[in-house]
T-cell receptor, first 112, second 115 residues
Framework: LAKTTQPISMDSYEGQEVNITCSHN???????ITWYQQFPSQGPRFIIQGYKTKVTNEVASLFIPADRKSSTLSLPRVSLSDTAVYYCLVGDNDTGFQKLVFGTGTRLLVSP | GAVVSQHPSRVICKSGTSVKIECRSLDFQATTMFWYRQFPKQSLMLMATSNEGSKATYEQGVEKDKFLINHASLTLSTLTVTSAHPEDSSFYIC???????????FGPGTRLTVL
C-alpha cells in the first residue's frame, strides 16, 4: 500500500478556506485517494474520494494533479466544528479498499 | 450511508479479566470487518481483518491468542481481549466493508480501560 505523508498539524480561523496536502509518491495505477475525518473518541468518517482531477461534494473538494503523486483536501469556510484530525489514504478500489493503513493524519485546529 | 455500531461504547475492567466488544453492521451485510486500535494522540493501527466464516488475519505484532476475533454472521464481529492488562487500555474501532459500494464504514469506537 502506498505510504502517505501529511503535515502533522494546521491552524486556521473560522470562515477561512483550509487546504491540506497529502503526498503519495508511490501511488499505483489502480489506487484511489480517500480522506477521512476523525473527532476525538469517535470513529473516522468518510469525507471524499477521488482518482484524478477534481472531485467536489457538499463538504469538501479534492484536487489531484495529473501525476497523482499528491492530493489536496480543500475545506471551504471552516467552522469551529471542523476541528478534527484528517487522514489521507490511498488504496486499490478494485479490491474494495480491503486494507486501510492510516498515516499520522493532520490535526486541524480552527479558532474563533 | 451505512451504519456500524459498537457495544459497549466504554468499558472498565480489572486486570486479568476478559472483555468482549461487538461490532455490528446495521443495514448492510459485511463479509469483511476490520479491527483497529488507537492510543491517545496517535493514528489508527490495524489489528486484524475479520472474514465471515473463516479465521481472522492478524497484523504483524498482534497476538491472536490475546485478541480473539469471531465473525459468526454477516452483520456481527466480536473482539475479545483476553487476560486484559493496563497496557491494553485503548480505543478500539471496527469498520465494515459494504460489498455493494466498496466503502468502509467505521463504528463509533469502544473505550477500554483496564485497571
Amino acid at each position: 500500500l502506498a505510504k502517505t505523508t501529511q503535515p502533522i498539524s494546521m491552524d486556521s480561523y473560522e470562515g477561512q478556506e483550509v487546504n491540506i496536502t497529502c503526498s503519495h509518491n508511490n501511488i499505483a495505477t489502480n489506487d484511489y485517494i480517500t480522506w477521512y475525518q476523525q473527532f476525538p473518541s469517535q470513529g473516522p468518517r468518510f469525507i471524499i474520494q477521488g482518482y484524478k482531477t477534481k472531485v467536489t461534494n457538499e463538504v469538501a473538494s479534492l484536487f489531484i494533479p495529473a501525476d497523482r503523486k499528491s492530493s489536496t483536501l480543500s475545506l471551504p469556510r471552516v467552522s469551529l466544528s471542523d476541528t478534527a484530525v484528517y487522514y489521507c489514504l490511498v488504496g486499490d478500489n478494485d479490491t474494495g479498499f480491503q486494507k486501510l493503513v492510516f498515516g499520522t493524519g493532520t490535526r486541524l485546529l480552527v479558532s474563533p | 450511508g451505512a451504519v456500524v455500531s459498537q457495544h459497549p461504547s466504554r468499558v472498565i475492567c480489572k486486570s486479568g479479566t476478559s472483555v468482549k466488544i461487538e461490532c455490528r453492521s446495521l443495514d448492510f451485510q459485511a463479509t469483511t470487518m476490520f479491527w483497529y486500535r488507537q492510543f491517545p494522540k496517535q493514528s489508527l493501527m490495524l489489528m486484524a481483518t475479520s472474514n465471515e466464516g473463516s479465521k481472522a488475519t492478524y497484523e504483524q505484532g498482534v497476538e491472536k491468542d490475546k485478541f480473539l476475533i469471531n465473525h459468526a454472521s454477516l452483520t456481527l464481529s466480536t473482539l475479545t481481549v483476553t487476560s486484559a492488562h493496563p497496557e491494553d487500555s485503548s480505543f478500539y474501532i471496527c469498520s465494515a466493508k459494504d460489498g455493494t459500494y466498496n466503502e468502509q464504514f467505521f463504528g463509533p469506537g469502544t473505550r477500554l480501560t483496564v485497571l
